[in-house]
């Protein structure tokens, strides 16, 4: 009996301590405002895009603000989650790209305002100096916004291209097969 209890309790510690990273809460991007908006969006991806376009540029300008404040490590904790925020985001975008084109889904208008806006984007992150509280977390989300942005770049071409061939699919939120 006594063997029993000098092995119960140290195993149970240990596998709640085992327990405890999986059961942490993972960092949401959006608020929950922002979620139903884009829930309201619902199936129409120019819409969405168009929201995501300005949910990153709030985070990039949150990000602008908290450049100029003075050096600290909540400061730096800061920074690093809303940088994470706004990878996460452009990530996101990414394969919601992907995913529309392939549907042939007319983004022209969210793509045009998607591409002025990754430009100012990277240079807010260019500009942030690195610091070890969020270097990592810079350099990950400089690589996202540019993939982003050449991804933006070349599907708005290829759809100016597609919808001057094909000018009865204009405004479309998915081509339907024929």
Not at 13 to 39: F, G
Not at 42 to 60: C, S
Not at 86 to 100: F, K, P
Request: with cysteine; proline share 4%.
């Amino acid at each position: 009996m006594r063997f029993c209890r000098s092995f119960l309790i140290p195993m149970t510690l240990v596998i709640s301590a085992c327990m405890l990273p999986a059961q942490k809460e993972q960092r949401q991007p959006l608020t929950e405002a922002q979620i139903d908006k884009i829930r309201e969006a619902g199936i129409i991806p120019d819409e969405r895009i168009g929201l995501y376009t300005k949910f990153m540029d709030e985070h990039a300008e949150t990000i602008k603000g908290l450049t100029n404040r003075r050096t600290s490590v909540a400061r730096g904790k800061r920074i690093d989650d809303e940088l994470l925020d706004l990878t996460a985001l452009m990530d996101e975008v990414g394969s919601n790209l992907d995913q529309y084109s392939e549907r042939k889904a007319d983004l022209r208008a969210s793509l045009k305002k998607l591409n002025e806006a990754a430009p100012k984007w990277l240079g807010i992150l260019r500009t942030l100096a690195g610091e070890p509280e969020f270097d990592e977390a810079r350099k990950e989300a400089i690589e996202a916004g540019e993939d982003l942005a050449d991804e933006a770049k070349r599907l708005l071409t290829e759809q100016t291209s597609y919808f001057e061939t094909h000018k009865e699919e204009k405004g479309q939120e998915r081509a339907e097969p024929k």
